[in-house]
């Protein structure tokens, strides 16, 4: 039991230091060829951190374990916005720009309620689901590319960054990245099953919980940096888009490779757990937190203890089932 645990926090590490240095050497290389920053931030940054999640779901599925890549995309939705976001929303609500937050959050509902459909109807997420999800994300990346094209070009002033790292080293940056990544993902799913089945605890559960968390921990790292420097807004923005990726890129890649049934591990008042929990939760921890900052264009410190609480009382509610 204590190797799989030892391997599982391997894991872990090796998602989080390789999604660090495949964003340096993404962003190193976008910015070596004068893309704009905030492209790199809706595009390269916002896939970089959301690899693990795609790495992990895509493994899981393609070995079999459709319970853990279904789990994983709403356990990070609902951990990115009821505790990563939560937690910055209540140490420092402030405003926010409701235009910036339009799209991904039209994304995001509009994926949720092919997502939930499908899942309440057929139960069966195939390979044709996938592709449709897919194709919401190029139509999400290229809806970011236009609205960046008219974004002002960022002033050529520091060229030192530039100069500190070679192409080379940003080269090797993304490969190493994206292959600490792989193996990072490996040891997460393997040794995330054996825990749970020497434990009885469902995969599902795993999924919905450790390894969510575990995945979303760069968009905690960042969430963290920008409490630091008072940006909260901008912790909100990458929040929605890293959730809209968890849907249409994470889902969407592991459907469509691997296609799989919504798991029935637990159940609750004698319905599917995940039919009356886990995506209600997912719709409801965001609209919580999107719907007013559209609204008012600030986030208030209440919303921020109310996404606490629910993520706290979601967590108990999985382990006592």
């Not at 916002?46 to 374990?65: D, F, K, N, R, Y």
């Not at 929303?89 to 926010?96: F, L, N, S, T, Y």
């Not at 919401?136 to 002033?155: D, G, I, S, T």
């Not at 997460?188 to 054996?194: A, C, I, P």
């Amino acid at each position: 039991m204590l190797v799989p645990v030892l391997l599982f926090a391997v894991g872990l590490v090796l998602l989080i230091k390789g999604g660090d240095w495949f964003v340096d050497g993404a962003t190193g290389i976008a910015r070596r060829f004068k893309v704009p920053e905030l492209l790199i931030g809706a595009t390269v940054v916002s896939i970089g951190t959301t690899l693990p999640e795609v790495m992990v779901s895509t493994t899981s599925a393609m070995t079999g374990h459709g319970e853990i890549a279904y789990g994983n995309a709403i356990g990070s939705v609902i951990c990115n916005a009821a505790l990563i976001a939560a937690i910055t929303i209540a140490v420092r609500p402030g405003k926010v720009d409701p235009k910036s937050l339009r799209v991904p959050v039209l994304f995001f509902f509009v994926a949720a309620a092919l997502y939930a459909g499908v899942a309440y109807t057929t139960g069966y997420f195939s390979r044709p689901i996938g592709i449709v999800l897919l194709a919401m994300f190029v139509a999400y990346m290229v809806c970011n590319v236009l609205a960046m094209k008219n974004a002002p070009a960022p002033e050529d002033d520091e060229d030192e960054p530039e100069k500190e790292m070679s192409f080379a080293k940003e080269i090797g940056l993304l490969i190493l990245g994206a292959a600490l990544i792989a193996v990072g993902a490996n040891l997460l799913v393997d040794n995330g099953t054996l825990i749970a089945q020497a434990l009885g605890v469902p995969e599902s559960v795993i999924a919905l919980t450790f390894v969510a968390l575990g995945t979303s921990l760069p968009e905690l790292v960042t969430a963290i940096t920008s409490l630091v420097k008072g940006c909260s807004d901008l912790s909100l923005g990458n929040i929605v888009g890293a959730n809209v990726f968890n849907l249409v890129l994470v889902s969407g890649m592991s459907v469509t490779l691997a296609p799989f049934t919504v798991p029935q591990s637990s159940t609750l008042f004698g319905i599917n757990s995940s039919l009356v929990l886990e995506i209600p939760v997912m719709l409801a921890v965001m609209m919580i937190m999107t719907l007013p900052a559209l609204k008012r264009g600030k986030l208030s410190r209440a919303q921020g203890i109310i996404l606490l609480c629910i993520y706290a009382a979601f967590c108990a509610i999985q382990f006592t089932m």
